[in-house]
């Protein structure tokens, strides 16, 4: 993982275009004010389409998966009793 230099608010305003350039070719910053970090700017993730073809061929080597033992596990962790997110 590279280093995120910091960046002041300052910097930011005054060297705006330089530093969206910089994200866009995968540099990450901090910014800071008065000398405390208070955000980051990070790329977004390059997604690469991956053809079917592709994705079969590399799916062969896959483990199977034992469906009852996956849904044993899922019931396992999942809260039986989850929270109402309307309650108040």
Not at 16 to 29: K, N
Not at 46 to 62: G, I, L, M, N
Request: aromatic content about 6%; glycine content about 4%.
């Amino acid at each position: 993982m590279s280093v995120q230099p910091d960046i002041t608010e300052q910097d930011l305003r005054h060297r705006s275009q330089e530093i969206v350039d910089a994200v866009a070719d995968g540099q990450a910053f901090t910014v800071t004010r008065d000398g405390h970090p208070i955000g980051r700017l990070l790329p977004l993730s390059r997604r690469r389409f991956v053809s079917r073809r592709e994705f079969a061929a590399s799916s062969r080597a896959a483990p199977a998966i034992d469906l009852d033992a996956f849904r044993a596990d899922q019931d396992a962790m999942a809260d039986p009793c989850p929270d109402d997110p309307y309650a108040r």
